[in-house]
């Protein structure tokens, strides 16, 4: 009987003990990030093998964690260059405007810039004071808005829509910008 339970006791040992302290240093491997090694006894289809596909896919879930995180890290990365390149040009941008404007505003003649639907894109204040505009008209407005503040003002006595159509059709007729 002795002799007995000392082979059950080495069969134990060898078969579950032995398979079960080798999935717990896996285990710990895996706590300690190291995600790539293998677990052992994942072929076995007793208990022991259950347990070891478990901890098997554990460690795969783990390893989707850490390149999630690396992605996510490097979309992070990714984002903060784009803003800072955003930011960057957005600064290139106020200074080209600021220049832009200063430049228009320093001109002695009256300058007005229309966009292709006859808005205001610019205006100087010589420009505003010769035609006695007033300051809601801006960048913004119209050039059916100026016209309209002309007419009120006994500036203009023409057709309004005619003289925008015309205007219209003249910047409709002009070459695109060639690079």
């Known amino acids: ?13 060898g078969s579950v003990v032995g398979a079960l302290s080798e999935i717990t240093q896996a285990t710990d491997r895996i706590a300690t990030g190291d995600i790539k090694s293998e677990v052992p006894h994942r072929g076995r289809h007793d208990e022991i093998g259950h347990l070891a596909r478990a901890v098997q896919n554990f460690r795969d879930a783990v390893a989707r964690i850490f390149e999630l995180e690396e992605l996510e890290l490097g979309t992070a990365h990714a984002r903060d260059a784009a803003r800072t390149e955003r930011d960057k040009f957005n600064d290139k941008y106020q200074a080209k405007k600021w220049q832009l404007s200063a430049a228009i505003n320093s001109m002695p003649q009256g300058l007005i810039m229309l966009d292709g639907k006859a808005g205001v894109v610019a205006m100087n204040a010589n420009y505003r004071r010769i035609y006695n505009l007033p300051e809601t008209i801006q960048a913004g407005s119209t050039l059916e808005d100026i016209l309209q503040h002309r007419v009120k003002s006994g500036l203009f006595s023409g057709d309004v829509a005619k003289y925008v159509s015309a205007v219209l059709d003249r910047i ?8």
């Open 172 to 179: 409709a007729r002009r070459e695109p910008a060639t690079s």
């Open 1 to 13: 009987m002795l002799l007995l339970a000392a082979l059950n006791v080495v069969v134990m040992r």
